[in-house]
């Protein structure tokens, strides 16, 4: 079993593929799995010393995952760690009482995350403070994976509003809406978009609410939400240069 062996369990793939690029660069030994039953069976052959897991899975969710895995004696001593949304009260109870060693909060921080679970590798009994654990690892975004990452999550986020905004009234979604949204407002917060993040918060609120008026406060967040998809993914114009001539050719021409 190697020292750095994860095991990363989520169903979002924005945030599946983020946290296995952080830590792959750190030189952690990562394997990844989208459900909790496949996760069970990477546990048995791959033997991972932590298992980072959401607890929101399809199915048996992350709670019950962690379960069995620390009944288990050939895995109960495999460090687990909760991935939860912060928005969500009373995850960290839960998961210490389902047996977690530990809680990560979406969404998470991508100078930091990997010192964090540097720290639960460790055994550290406690979260460390801001940091500590070493000199942060080099900044996320400068990784060529991560900006791909971020061209897909705007690209199909322009394309998803765009056929929410369209089926408004006639044929909505919500349940696809609500998948989204939460998708949004943890990803977009992990890899630097957090006014998408907090509007895509706010339309989780009103999905979950459904109450009088929600149909006109969908539709305007969703708008929002498709114009800073788009804003972000348009490329940036070169700063303009107020006098392009080099001073040396200005001199010459005022002389």
């Known amino acids: 079993m190697a020292n750095d062996s994860i095991l990363i369990v989520d ?3 924005v945030n599946l593929k983020l946290v296995r690029v952080l830590l792959s660069r750190q030189g952690f030994e990562v394997r990844t799995a989208t459900t909790a039953e496949e996760a069970l069976e990477i546990v048995q052959q791959f033997r991972p010393r932590l298992v980072l897991a959401d607890i929101q899975l399809p199915g048996m969710n992350g709670l019950e995952l962690t379960r069995r895995v620390k009944s288990d004696p050939v895995s109960r ?10 928005a969500m ?7 210490f009482a389902a047996g977690c060693d530990g809680y990560v909060t979406k969404p998470i921080d991508t100078r930091t995350f990997p010192m964090l679970i540097r720290h639960y590798l460790n055994r550290g009994s406690s979260k460390p403070a801001d940091g500590a654990g070493g000199p942060a690892p080099e900044r996320a975004e400068n990784a060529p994976q991560l900006r791909d990452l971020r061209r897909t999550f ?3 986020g322009v394309q ?12 909505f979604d919500d349940a696809e809406a609500l998948t989204a949204a939460q998708r949004w407002a943890t990803a ?21 609410d459904n109450g009088r008026g929600s149909l006109v406060r969908k539709r305007e967040l969703l708008v929002r939400l498709a114009r800073l998809f788009g804003e972000a993914a348009e490329p940036q114009p070169p700063a303009a240069n107020p006098d392009p001539m080099p001073a040396g050719a ?4 005022l002389s």
């Open 188 to 208: 977009g917060g992990s890899i630097g978009y957090p006014e998408i993040s907090q509007s895509a918060r706010e339309l989780e609120a009103v999905l979950q």
């Open 250 to 253: 200005r001199s010459d021409r």
């Open 154 to 156: 705007l690209t199909e």
């Open 160 to 171: 998803q509003t765009g056929r929410l905004i369209s089926t408004l009234g006639v044929g």
């Open 11 to 13: 169903d979002t793939p």
């Open 77 to 86: 001593d495999t460090i687990v760690l909760a991935l939860t949304a912060f």
């Open 89 to 95: 009260k009373g995850d960290e109870e839960k998961a």
